[in-house]
Structure formats: structure tokens, C-alpha cells
């Protein structure tokens, strides 16, 4: 994905290269990648590409390190956006050093994807999830709150998610995640998961019992709490 001497054409370009020679057309798949573009940021370098679905409109965003083939095993994350804890930085949850950390790893291999997956607060929405968390401030827990809401504990649907890693070019994977479902759905999307890589933040500030309840209640693989 770096540059090879031809001008970087990037992932977009040589997604059409990929259909091309196994004689797909460059329009087939029902997701499109319709961005990219270089990213630097202060863990490393990567590329960043927006995907959309030709069906339902749903966008994601990908950061990319690295050439993809579909023979190698590949480090992928799936990141379920978090505003309050991706961007400032709250300690009532886990998600923005989870995010931080898959970078890291990904820039230390050299090669991996992260998904991130517009879904905020397991689907529910950010305004929800503000009145979600007004709820937990009063004494219920992450759980609680939705179902209080009239809203599902988790409403998240990673279908997208693996069209994105299979039009990526990647079939094996070692993903970087805590919660089984992701494991499930991509296997069942016909990605072939070789490892399940954990990615367990230790319990800081406020989120020790957002950490229980999503071992106790959804049954995250979480080892540290």
C-alpha cells in the first residue's frame, strides 16, 4: 500500500486491479471503496479509505498499514465508534485506548486493518446513548440504561464490517477483540479467523464495572477483571 514506484495508486485503484484479473467487474461487491488518502498520525503512518454499501448506504472508515493478500494471516481490528471515548478520551469505558492500542500493534507488524464501524453505543445512537449514560449516573449500568431506553443491549451488525475486510482482499484473519460475536459473525461471513487476539485494557478510572458487566452480561472474554 506504500509507494512502489508507480505513484501509490493505493487500495481503491488496485481493488479494481483484483476484480479485473479474476474477471469481476470493477462495480461488483456490495460495498465501494470511495476514498483514500494518506494518514499520519502519531502512532505511524497509515492509509485511510471510506467504504460505503451499495444497498443500505452505511459507511466505514479503514486504517490500513501494509500489502494485503489473501494467503497471509492478517491483524484486523473492528472498532465500534465511541465519540466519547475515541475523541475525548472518557474513562467511563475502554474503547479510546482499545483503538490506540490496535494502532499500536498494527504499526508494530507492519501490516493490518482497522475497521471503524459507525455505530455508536453499541448502535443505539450518540443522543442515546447520553441519556444512557444519565441513567448510569444514577445507578444503572451499561445494560440497564438500553433496556430502560426501550433500546437493545448491543444493536451492532458486523455483516458490512466483513464485506469491507473481504473487499480489502483478505480472507484469514487474527482479530483483535474481546467480544465473541465479532468472532462469530466474520466466520460466518466466510472469513477464516485464525486467532483471536485479546485486547484487554486495564481497569482504569471509572470503568471497572462497565468492565464486569460486559464480561458478566455479554459475555466478553475479559481475563483482568
Do not use: W
Not at 59 to 67: I, M, P
Not at 160 to 181: I, K, T, Y
Amino acid at each position: 500500500m506504500g509507494n512502489d514506484g508507480n505513484g501509490d495508486r493505493g487500495v481503491c485503484v488496485k481493488l479494481e486491479d483484483r476484480r479485473a484479473s479474476s474477471r469481476r467487474l470493477p462495480d461488483e461487491g456490495p460495498v465501494e471503496c470511495v476514498a483514500e488518502a494518506r494518514l499520519p498520525t502519531e502512532v505511524g503512518e497509515f492509509r485511510i479509505l471510506g467504504f460505503r454499501h451499495r444497498a443500505s448506504h452505511e459507511e466505514f472508515v479503514v486504517l490500513a498499514k501494509g500489502e494485503f493478500s489473501a494467503d497471509r494471516s492478517c491483524l484486523v481490528r473492528i472498532h465500534s465508534q465511541c465519540l466519547t471515548g475515541d475523541v475525548f478520551h472518557s474513562v467511563k469505558c475502554d474503547c479510546g485506548r482499545q483503538l490506540r492500542r490496535a494502532m499500536e500493534m498494527i504499526e508494530d507488524e507492519g501490516v493490518g486493518a482497522i475497521v471503524y464501524q459507525q455505530q455508536e453505543g453499541r448502535g443505539i445512537g450518540i443522543m442515546n446513548k447520553l441519556r444512557a449514560y444519565a441513567l448510569q449516573d444514577q445507578g444503572r449500568d451499561t445494560v440497564e440504561a438500553n433496556l430502560e431506553l426501550g433500546l437493545a443491549v448491543d444493536g451492532r451488525s458486523y455483516e458490512g464490517c466483513a464485506e469491507v475486510l473481504q473487499a480489502l482482499g483478505l480472507r484469514r484473519l487474527r482479530v483483535l477483540s474481546n467480544n465473541p460475536a465479532k468472532i462469530s459473525a466474520l466466520e460466518a461471513a466466510g472469513l477464516i479467523v485464525d486467532a483471536r487476539v485479546p485486547l484487554e485494557m486495564p481497569p482504569a478510572g471509572e470503568n471497572l464495572d462497565y468492565l464486569r458487566v460486559k464480561k458478566e452480561k455479554m459475555g466478553h472474554l475479559l481475563s483482568g477483571v
